[in-house]
């Protein structure tokens, strides 16, 4: 806590005073990170902080309130951060199992569970250095219709393709997905 001081530093900070700026992250960036770890658990702490303080920063010269106020203010923002990045989680996975579904149709000889293993079972940086094994139109496709969440029309528009050529590298995408996992020992 800043104590007495804190009135005068808030004002300086609103001002664009930086280093006074500097003093209020310092004050609450270590707690704020701390209650992210236990209330943000499938996230990344970090990340979400970073949010809260880019909202904060955005809000700042608005903000009106004595210390007690301010950390309030700040912790609050965090916890609707972590709601908002669940919330995109759940829309993701939701999405994920949709598209699998599409691609494990009758007919269609991919199976789901490569996809889910990468995005339930392994860090970000894993999947990702997964996804960059595939063709370029193969990981963009893959990124787009998993990781962003856009229908196969979408994809087709940014990429520039048909619908059926993106769902073609989708399922090949995911194909060779699970080739790779299998040779790493991944067991579906």
């Given at each position: 806590?800043i104590?007495e001081?804190?009135?005068?530093i808030?004002?300086?900070?609103?001002?664009?005073?930086?280093?006074?700026?500097?003093?209020?992250?310092l004050?609450?960036?270590?707690?704020?990170?701390k209650?992210?770890?236990v209330?943000?658990?499938?996230?990344?702490?970090?990340?979400?902080a970073a949010?809260?303080?880019?909202?904060?920063?955005?809000?700042l010269?608005r903000?009106?309130?004595?210390?007690?106020?301010?950390?309030?203010w700040?912790?609050?923002t965090?916890?609707?951060?972590g709601i908002?990045?669940?919330?995109?989680?759940?829309?993701?996975?939701?999405?994920l199992?949709?598209?699998?579904?599409?691609?494990?149709?009758?007919?269609?000889?991919?199976?789901?569970?490569p996809?889910?293993v990468?995005?339930?079972r392994?860090d970000?940086?894993?999947?990702?250095?997964?996804?960059a094994?595939?063709s370029p139109?193969?990981?963009?496709?893959?990124?787009?219709?998993?990781?962003?969440?856009?229908?196969?029309?979408?994809?087709?528009r940014l990429?520039g393709?048909?619908?059926?050529?993106?769902?073609?590298?989708a399922?090949?995408g995911?194909?060779?997905?699970?080739q790779?996992?299998a040779?790493q020992?991944v067991t579906l």
């Open positions: 806590m104590g001081e804190f009135a005068n808030l004002a300086r900070a609103q001002r664009g005073d930086e280093a006074a700026f500097a003093s209020l992250w004050d609450v960036n270590p707690a704020l990170v209650y992210l770890r209330v943000a658990r499938e996230v990344d702490e970090e990340d979400i949010e809260t303080w880019v909202t904060v920063v955005k809000g010269a903000f009106r309130g004595d210390e007690m106020a301010w950390r309030a700040v912790f609050t965090a916890r609707r951060r908002d990045e669940g919330r995109r989680r759940t829309r993701r996975r939701a999405a199992e949709s598209h699998v579904a599409e691609l494990a149709a009758p007919g269609r000889l991919v199976p789901p569970d996809a889910l990468v995005l339930e392994m970000t940086q894993a999947a990702l250095a997964l996804v094994q595939l139109l193969q990981a963009e496709v893959i990124a787009l219709r998993v990781i962003a969440g856009l229908d196969v029309e979408a994809v087709a990429v393709r048909t619908p059926g050529a993106v769902r073609v590298a399922h090949r995911l194909r060779r997905l699970a790779i996992l040779r020992g």
